[in-house]
């Protein structure tokens, strides 16, 4: 990445406070070539709670406090039309840009038709997408993300693809030896989402609880606590 002016470019990332874009912006900042000045976030706010992980506002905050990046979060209501989260984004997405910001970061790892609806999305305001982890075998990805001292509990999980009983599991080895068939060792198909609670992109853990397991709209979401 050629730096402008002698400065790296400004870039968020898209944080969803699961462990792909954790590790995203773990490896970004390994590279270098940006200067990561936030962190973008979708929260529900019927729930306050990071859309689709289920995670609790608070919860996110100390993971972004942890990693020293300001929070840019974009609110949507439930159920949240595709026009509104759209318009929410593109709101965000123009702030940040006004800001200097050129680049957002994603955790992505194969799934082509999101990774082109992202650049399209992006493109069309005059911002790129990048993703450090693309086309990583997720096998061997997430058994590093395990060797590098990623701490991350499965905060929901697709109950068409894996039983309630792995919300609020720990990701760790014993996690990915029980995985059926079929199931991407990293959830990339949906079948579950994370929440982090340590990593080498934190100055500190985060100590968290398991709540109660809720089941609602096909999916178990664990209630991960703070303490």
Partial sequence: MAQQNGKRPKALIAWSSGKDSAWALH???????????????TVTDSFSRVSMHGVREE???????????????????????????????????????????THVIFGDLFLADLRAWREEKLKSIGMTAVF???????????????????????????????QPSFAGRRFDEALLT??????????????????????????????????ETVQRDGFAFADLLAG
């Fill in 132 to 162: 450090p982890l693309w086309l990583r075998p997720t096998d061997t990805l997430a058994r590093e993300m395990i060797a590098g001292g990623l701490e991350a509990h499965l905060a929901v999980v697709d109950m068409a693809k894996l």
């Fill in 178 to 211: 029980d995985l059926p068939e079929g199931i991407d060792p990293c959830g990339e198909n949906g079948e579950f989402h994370s929440f982090v609670a340590a990593g080498p992109m934190f100055a500190r853990r985060i100590a968290v609880k398991r709540g």
């Fill in 59 to 101: 919860l996110l905050a100390a993971q972004l406090a942890a990693a020293g990046l300001p929070s840019i979060t974009v609110r949507i209501p439930y159920p949240c039309p595709n026009e509104i989260y759209e318009r929410e984004m593109a709101k965000a997405m123009e702030r940040a840009k006004a800001d200097g910001v």
């Fill in 27 to 41: 490896e970004a900042r390994r590279g270098g070539d940006y200067d990561i000045v936030g962190a973008l976030t």
